[in-house]
């Protein structure tokens, strides 16, 4: 298994992932249903993040297949902060038969070597409150609750 940078050639698969990331997360909340017949919108969203000189999608292969990704973005914050540079991880899924591999860790790490190779002093992320298993992996990586996203659904 090795990681590495999504390339367009991948977008196929990078699809099939995001769908399979917003299926796992529907029974946290409704805010993940999507319209899987809109593959070409999920494709081209995909598309753009590659095309990004601030952003990357690590991948990990196993077995001629993608089985994981991992979208990572460097946000520029005006300069009253003291992190000018924030990193941002999401889009992060494991394929289910590849859960428990270390492979989340792989791919966390690669972002973060990323995230400091730029200069990037602080990096956050979300996590649905309801996924625990989420929750806890990221605290294993040093992360800490420190907001509540909020969501009120009008329909």
């Known amino acids: ?16 992932l995001w769908i ?37 999608i ?16 460097i946000d520029v914050r005006p300069e009253m902060f003291l992190h000018q540079k924030s990193g941002y991880i999401a889009e992060t899924i494991v394929t289910k038969l590849h859960r428990g591999k270390n492979i989340g860790n792989e791919l966390a790490d690669a972002a973060h070597d990323w995230f400091v190779s730029e200069g990037v002093s602080c990096s956050e992320l979300q996590v649905s409150i309801a996924n625990t298993e989420g929750i806890e992996f990221w605290k294993s990586k040093g992360y800490e609750i420190q907001t509540f996203r909020m969501i009120r659904h009008d329909q």
Request: without cysteine; proline residues 0%; charged residues 30%.
């Open 1 to 16: 298994m090795q990681i590495r940078q999504a390339t367009e050639n991948d977008a196929e698969s990078l699809v099939d």
């Open 20 to 56: 399979e990331l917003m299926d796992y997360h529907v029974a946290f909340s409704t805010q993940f249903l999507i319209n899987k017949n809109k593959r070409a919108a999920i494709e081209a969203f995909i598309l753009e993040k590659l095309g990004k000189k601030l952003s990357r």
């Open 58 to 73: 690590y991948v990990m292969e196993a077995d001629n297949a993608i089985v994981a990704m991992l979208l990572a973005r």
